[in-house]
Nanobody
């Protein structure tokens, strides 16, 4: 059974960095980091497949890095040059099916963590 748990959220000033972690169990193949700001829909930001190929949404490309350590069963999201608009609850998500390119739609992900708050102050 796939289980996910995020950690590492907190407060950072604009321009600063933060690293989020998500420990997982089971055998997920596709992973995604999503975020939800107050009053907004949950949106995807970064994705990674079983062989480690990343994808990024344009809003975070060049600033965020997604990676995973299978030996530690941990998924990471490094936030660099953080902006106030990055403030949100961040969720990791996963699914076990193989995809040649992992999906980016939130409805395609079956397993979710509980979320961790990231606040970026100006």
């Amino acid at each position: 059974q796939v289980r996910l748990m995020e950690s590492g959220g907190g407060s950072v000033q604009a321009g600063g960095s933060l690293r989020l972690s998500c420990t997982f169990s089971g055998y997920p193949y596709c992973f995604g980091w999503f975020r939800q700001a107050p009053g907004k829909e949950r949106e995807g930001v970064a994705f990674i497949d079983g062989v480690g190929d990343p994808q990024y949404e344009d809003s975070v490309k060049g600033r965020f890095t997604i990676s995973k350590d299978d030996s530690a069963t941990t998924l990471y999201l490094e936030l660099n040059n953080a902006k106030p608009e990055d403030t949100a609850i961040y969720y990791c998500a996963a699914r076990t099916d193989y995809f040649s390119v992992c999906p980016r739609q939130r409805d395609m992900y079956l397993h979710w963590g509980q979320g961790t708050q990231v606040t970026v102050s100006s």
